[in-house]
């Protein structure tokens, strides 16, 4: 480890650091926003899941490398193909997640609202998602980890990411850069995770802190 | 052209099936690559799973560090057991198997620690001892999940196995690190390809391996669970 290296690559490490980090985060934002949809629908519609899980499996199997290269004639070497191949990367564990937690509301909470007077709609938006919502970010926390860690294969096609610091300290022979790739990128990973925790506890006040409830969908994300 | 014309072009070219670096060759040293760190893993994470998931103790050890555990990037871990290692086993072995072993603990343990209380004390009750608790009736009961991390698993490294190829091993990684390397893009869709249908074959082998292997009560129970 030379120590030395740091100050003199700074502006370096940041820039690829924050390159990690928008290739490691726009995929999971976006993997949530197409999640919901689906999930809400393959909740309701019994015969909407089979198919969307089966794609999602089947998705799943697809290496984000292969994928990145299948991009490549339609977006070229950018940011955009590794985006999108993450996308459909931590789309697959975050939708099981969405329809395993509206899954999970209890039929006599929901019979409460419907007696309470709330339409379909309300009673989504008022009840079931925010009950849904720690094993919705169980999905998510897989999903932004994952992806933080895969966007440093984006380097192999050329996208710029913390995996240039891997590359570079190969060809160089010089292990301080790769120390500080793999130090930087599980930081990112870990920083990420932290702040959903967090988001999860402030939107579920109503949930005792030491809270494990999201654990066990974890695994059906794992599997998905 | 589109990816799947270039792909096509180059997996159909009868020069790419003979010959040394073949694409037979290749995809025989690729299922070689994801064999073994799987088998790996296997051996240390299914027991590890299951004895965590029997005594509940080292549980919230799973829960807490096997999603920071996927954080580890494979590519960071193998080049920089190649700079010290240089090109030995070790080198492409251990990323395989630290990228391997979360899936399979996890699901291994809350398979486990998913058992049904009224079924662990049925099977106390009828005089098991702790070792056949676990033998005959946790662990058939946690073979789904089981099978699924082994599955997840399995995709992870036969994809992941083709970064081998970076540190100069085979494996259809070659076709694709070689030809970004010269700017040909058929070998590197062609090997992408490849290795998609290596990826979804893996899956069809676990789909057809769950169907021989669950017993046939569980697999009714999970029918019942679904339509319920």
Known sequence: MMWSWIPGNWSLIWQLTWENAKLGVLPALFGLVISLPLGIMAARWRWFSPPVLTVVTVLYAIPSLALFIALIPAFGLTDTTVVIALTVFALCVILPNVVAGLRAVPDPVRQAATAMGYGPLRRLVTVELPLAVPVIIAGLRVGVVSSISLASLGQLIGVSSLGYLFIDGLQRDFPTEIYIGLVLIIVLALVCDLILVGIRRALTPWQPRRERRGRAVLVRSVAA | ?228
């Open chain 2, 1 to 228: 052209m589109s990816f799947f014309s270039w792909a096509w072009d180059w997996v159909t070219e009868s020069a790419n099936w003979h010959g040394s670096g073949s694409i037979p060759q290749q995809t025989l040293a690729h299922l070689g690559y994801s064999f073994l760190p799987l088998l790996i893993a296997a051996l240390i994470a299914i027991p590890a799973g299951i004895a965590i998931g029997h005594t509940g103790r080292g549980a919230l050890f799973v829960v807490n560090v096997a999603n920071s555990w996927r954080a580890i990037p494979t590519l960071g871990l193998l080049t920089l057991l190649a700079v010290f290692l240089g090109f030995s086993v070790l080198t492409w072995l251990l990323p395989l198997v630290v990228l391997a072993i979360p899936p399979i603990l996890v699901n291994a343990y809350e398979g486990v620690a998913g058992v049904e209380p009224d079924v662990k004390d049925a099977a106390k009750g009828m005089g098991m001892t702790p070792w056949q608790q676990v033998t005959r009736v946790e662990a058939p009961i946690a073979l789904p999940l089981i099978l699924v991390g082994l599955r997840t698993s399995a995709i992870f490294v036969v994809a992941t196995a083709t970064i081998a190829a970076y540190i100069g091993l085979g494996g259809l990684g070659r076709f694709i690190i070689d030809g970004l390397a010269s700017n040909q893009y058929g070998p590197v869709a062609g090997g992408s390809l490849l290795v998609v249908v290596l990826a979804v074959l893996v899956l069809a082998l676990f789909a057809g391996l769950s169907r021989l292997l669950v017993p046939a009560g569980l697999r009714a129970q999970a029918k019942l669970g679904r339509t319920e």
